[in-house]
Nanobody, 124 residues
């Protein structure tokens, strides 16, 4: 089992910034991927960004590319999503996912473990 704990959400004005964190604990894997997805009310869970833990390769959704960046802290088993120039359409619950594979994926169905989610609200 893998436990994921997210933090860092909140209310921010358009143009502002937030940094989300996702700390992983529990069973260890040699190769895995962690990703961020978001879900707005009435919409499906949508891909935001993902990172391969070994090597640090990333994939970022076009809708947030240039505004969001992904990084990791190996010692803390934590991945960070830095969100800048936030827009009202970024408002959603953000979920951290863990995939027991070294292959990056944009499909939330291919992630095996999930955090509880953290609310991000961007006011206009």
């Amino acid at each position: 089992q893998v436990q994921l704990v997210e933090s860092g959400g909140g209310l921010v004005q358009a143009g502002g910034s937030l940094r989300l964190s996702c700390a992983a604990s529990g069973r260890t894997f040699s190769n895995y991927v962690m990703g961020w997805f978001r879900q707005a009310p009435g919409k499906e869970r949508a891909f935001v960004a993902t990172i391969r833990w070994s090597g640090g390769s990333t994939d970022i959704a076009d809708s947030v590319k240039g505004r969001f960046t992904l990084s990791r802290d190996n010692a803390k088993n934590t991945v960070y999503l830095q969100m800048n120039s936030l827009k009202p359409e970024d408002t959603a619950v953000y979920y951290c996912g863990f995939r027991t594979s070294w292959l990056l994926s944009r499909s939330w169905l291919e992630y095996d473990y999930w955090g509880q989610g953290t609310q991000v609200t961007v006011s206009s």
